[in-house]
């Protein structure tokens, strides 16, 4: 029986390699031989950074030591996609035995092993280890409840124990038995190989990062450097959500501008995203959707996130793991009125990091200036992009011009509500209830729009920022109906438009 952190190799293509390099020599192997080999189990965990067809991955072993390779998937008739839709933790057969890498090297009693490591040098991360045995050393005293679960019994069992316990507050323990049966519905509605080990899989790891923000609550800075080690919370948050995306019907626009983008981000200049808000999974979702293209893009973009993101206790983990500049969202200000003032100057502290990040260049920013996630009209159910609040926008475009570096602002668009909708109405209570579904979704960018000349030609300050602002949302909306046609409308590539081109960058 295989634990929670593993999966079978079987939904990995059989024409997949991994090459490793270590300190020595080169030694490919095949996943199809590994997996037929009579030679006992050595474990290893592995993570696949989905950026090109060449791929990175990193190895942890736990004889003694641990160590990283630098290494590459290659596989002629598999796309980056696909291999993505596989839960990225495996067991290895190998008669390799644990030694020094001249990449990453330290040694630790086995029990203290380090349940991952990261080599910044390297694209790949390692994210899981086989048992509760490799914990880290900097978790010990953490509940080790879901680390060896080895089926749905053990899993919400784990659950009942912690809540029984007082380790986990009821509304919290719930919460978590609620999403694991919606998101194994999804998982298993999706078709995808071996759906049930990667519901367990992802499932404990959730589970467990929960119960240890439970016992020491992370506490989020007003600028968050997404958390990467020991426990890489990115690669956490991407390997989650990937099940739930249907790549067949999901589409990318202008991939072409995402293109533009990167080449002025390496160029030093700073780029903002006005976008609407759809989800809690926006942050993941577009990085899947860019990964396999512009993985420096999707896993440097940083979000300005409302309060309720970081103190939720089911969506902190997903947080952590993403770059964050921490704001209190207007549509809650006055939640508690007494803590308004407080919100106030926690914002302009914000602003501030704000400032001084895009002082330094070579900044991608994701903003809402709705202030909260998209909603259906409550009479036609339709989705639409929330209005923007003019002020907002407006106080973005100042900072990106103070900044001293050149800067550019381009209107993005994000369809992807079917996968974790919100709730219908904006709610004052922490702790909303999650439904996650299996479906397609979409990203567009259009041209960076200019504020000066749609100053020059009206004259008139404060009209010139209301037109801005309704010009970034115009756009947004244009491209919105295009995915909505592509996806909802099912017309694919065909819902193109002259200035909104599709396309899938993962096939």
């Given at each position: 029986?295989?634990?929670?952190?593993?999966?079978?190799?079987?939904?990995?293509?059989?024409?997949?390699?991994?090459?490793?390099?270590?300190?020595?020599?080169?030694?490919?192997?095949?996943?199809?031989?590994?997996?037929?080999?009579?030679?006992?189990?050595?474990?290893?965990?592995?993570?696949?950074?989905?950026?090109?067809?060449?791929?990175?991955?990193?190895?942890?072993?736990?004889?003694?030591?641990?160590?990283?390779?630098?290494?590459?998937?290659?596989?002629?008739?598999?796309?980056?996609?696909?291999?993505?839709l596989a839960s990225c933790s495996i067991v290895v057969r190998s008669n390799v035995r644990a030694r020094r890498s001249s990449v990453l090297c330290f040694s630790l009693k086995s029990r203290e092993m380090a349940e991952m490591v990261e080599d910044k040098e390297?694209?790949?991360?390692?994210?899981?280890?086989?048992?509760?045995?490799?914990?880290?050393?900097?978790?010990?005293?953490?509940?080790?409840?879901?680390?060896?679960?080895?089926?749905?019994?053990?899993?919400?069992?784990?659950?009942?124990?912690?809540?029984?316990?007082?380790?986990?507050?009821?509304?919290?323990?719930?919460?978590?038995?609620?999403?694991?049966?919606?998101?194994?519905?999804?998982?298993?509605?999706?078709?995808?190989?071996?759906?049930?080990?990667?519901?367990?899989?992802?499932?404990?790891?959730?589970?467990?990062?929960?119960?240890?923000?439970?016992?020491?609550?992370?506490?989020?800075?007003?600028?968050?450097?997404?958390?990467?080690?020991?426990?890489?919370?990115?690669?956490?948050?991407?390997?989650?959500?990937?099940?739930?995306?249907?790549?067949?019907?999901?589409?990318?626009?202008?991939?072409?501008?995402f293109y533009e983008m990167d080449e002025k981000l390496q160029q030093g200049h700073n780029i903002v995203l006005i976008s609407n808000h759809q989800t809690e999974a926006d942050p993941a979702i577009i990085a899947?959707?860019?990964?396999?293209?512009?993985?420096?893009?999707?896993?440097?973009?940083?979000?300005?996130?409302?309060?309720?993101?970081?103190?939720?206790?089911?969506?902190?983990?997903?947080?952590?793991?993403?770059?964050?500049?921490?704001?209190?969202?207007?549509?809650?200000?006055?939640?508690?009125?007494?803590?308004?003032?407080?919100?106030?100057?926690?914002?302009?502290?914000?602003?501030?990091?704000?400032?001084?990040?895009?002082?330094?260049?070579?900044?991608?920013?994701?903003?809402?200036?709705?202030?909260?996630?998209?909603?259906?009209?409550?009479?036609?159910?339709?989705?639409?992009?929330?209005?923007?609040?003019?002020?907002?926008?407006?106080?973005?475009?100042?900072?990106?011009?103070?900044?001293?570096?050149?800067?550019?602002?381009?209107?993005?668009?994000?369809?992807?509500?079917?996968?974790?909708?919100?709730?219908?109405?904006?709610?004052?209570?922490?702790?909303?209830?999650?439904?996650?579904?299996?479906?397609?979704?979409?990203?567009?960018?259009?041209?960076?729009?200019?504020?000066?000349?749609?100053?020059?030609?009206?004259?008139?300050?404060?009209?010139?920022?209301?037109?801005?602002?309704?010009?970034?949302?115009?756009?947004?909306?244009?491209?919105?109906?295009?995915?909505?046609?592509?996806?909802?409308?099912?017309?694919?590539?065909?819902?193109?438009?002259?200035?909104?081109?599709?396309?899938?960058?993962?096939?």
């Open positions: 029986m295989k634990s929670a952190f593993t999966t079978g190799l079987d939904q990995y293509p059989r024409d997949l390699t991994v090459h490793t390099s270590h300190s020595d020599k080169s030694e490919p192997f095949s996943l199809s031989a590994l997996s037929s080999s009579s030679t006992p189990l050595s474990f290893y965990s592995i993570l696949v950074s989905l950026s090109k067809p060449t791929m990175s991955i990193r190895f942890a072993s736990p004889q003694g030591c641990f160590f990283a390779t630098a290494a590459r998937f290659s596989s002629p008739s598999h796309s980056p996609a696909k291999l993505g390297s694209a790949g991360v390692v994210v899981a280890s086989s048992s509760a045995s490799e914990r880290s050393a900097m978790e010990l005293g953490h509940s080790r409840t879901f680390l060896d679960v080895r089926g749905q019994e053990d899993l919400l069992s784990g659950i009942k124990q912690e809540a029984e316990s007082g380790n986990l507050p009821s509304n919290v323990a719930q919460g978590m038995e609620e999403l694991y049966h919606n998101y194994r519905n999804a998982i298993f509605q999706s078709g995808i190989p071996n759906a049930d080990e990667i519901v367990l899989s992802n499932m404990a790891v959730f589970l467990d990062r929960v119960l240890k923000d439970v016992e020491d609550p992370f506490v989020f800075s007003p600028h968050h450097m997404a958390v990467r080690e020991p426990f890489d919370y990115y690669m956490f948050g991407q390997n989650y959500i990937r099940p739930l995306v249907d790549f067949r019907s999901s589409y990318v626009g202008n991939i072409s501008i899947l959707l860019l990964e396999a293209s512009l993985p420096h893009i999707a896993e440097n973009m940083t979000y300005v996130a409302g309060d309720r993101v970081l103190t939720d206790p089911l969506c902190k983990p997903f947080s952590m793991g993403r770059n964050l500049v921490c704001v209190y969202s207007k549509n809650h200000l006055y939640d508690v009125p007494e803590l308004a003032e407080m919100k106030k100057r926690a914002n302009t502290r914000s602003l501030k990091e704000m400032a001084l990040l895009l002082r330094g260049g070579s900044q991608i920013i994701w903003i809402a200036p709705s202030g909260g996630r998209d909603r259906p009209d409550p009479i036609t159910k339709e989705w639409y992009p929330a209005p923007f609040d003019a002020s907002s926008v407006d106080n973005m475009r100042r900072l990106v011009e103070h900044a001293g570096i050149p800067g550019h602002i381009y209107p993005l668009a994000i369809l992807c509500h079917d996968i974790m909708p919100p709730p219908p109405q904006v709610e004052k209570e922490i702790g909303e209830r999650r439904v996650v579904s299996y479906r397609g979704a979409g990203l567009s960018v259009a041209p960076e729009i200019c504020f000066h000349e749609i100053d020059t030609a009206c004259g008139v300050p404060e009209e010139s920022k209301m037109q801005y602002s309704q010009a970034l949302y115009n756009s947004i909306v244009e491209q919105y109906n295009v995915l909505k046609c592509a996806i909802h409308g099912k017309k694919g590539l065909e819902a193109s438009l002259s200035g909104i081109s599709l396309s899938q960058p993962w096939n």
